[in-house]
């Protein structure tokens, strides 16, 4: 299982994976997807799913078993911080049967060896901390104070080259806000 916290994101990464699997001598029927909306070749080796669906699996291990299950990558795992959905994560963490070996992937996770000392102790889980600190793409940071998003963004996008500050990200922490922050 490959889980992400997003649909698009989990649409993104079904294709990167069928990529893959073709580079690595496997067919692209061998991943397939399950969201709440979409099944891509359900029954593939290798699926990518929301953590919702992991977890829900998991509390129907009559219906899918996990014995057969060697692997789980858990994409953007710092949801596992999130206050109203972070708890699939810490219950899917729970219920994995121990033979299931375990990845997660996080470049904004905070506190990770704390983190991963809690998970061998409450959950049994001996995980392995490996980090990078090297960025591909620089990051600068500017300090906004009282000015709103909206003044900040026609700030950034206005000027010359030299001076604007695009392409940028803006993350937002749900669809709702994303939406209100592209209006």
């Known amino acids: 299982y490959y889980t992400t916290p997003l649909i698009a994101l989990t649409e993104q990464k079904l294709t990167e994976i069928q990529e893959s699997a073709v580079r690595w001598g496997f ?72 033979h299931v070996r375990l990845m997660l992937l996080s470049a904004t996770v905070g506190n990770a060896y704390p983190f991963t000392s809690w998970l061998r102790s409450a959950h049994d889980r001996n995980i392995e901390l490996v980090e990078g600190r090297e960025r591909k793409v620089p990051l600068s940071y500017l300090w906004i104070g009282d000015q709103t998003l909206n003044d900040t963004i026609t700030e950034m996008t206005s000027g010359d080259e030299e001076t604007r500050r695009v392409p940028a990200l803006i993350f937002c922490f749900n669809r709702e806000q994303c939406w209100t922050v592209a209006e």
Do not use: C, Y
């Open 27 to 98: 067919s692209p029927e061998d991943v397939g997807l399950v969201t709440g909306n979409r099944r891509v070749n359900p029954g593939a080796k290798i699926l990518v799913v929301v953590a919702e669906i992991l977890f829900n699996r998991l509390l129907h291990q009559e219906a899918f078993d996990f014995q057969d299950v060697s692997g789980v990558v858990m994409d953007e795992f710092h949801s596992f911080n999130d206050r109203e959905r972070g708890v699939v994560w810490e219950l899917s963490l729970g219920l994995l049967p121990k």
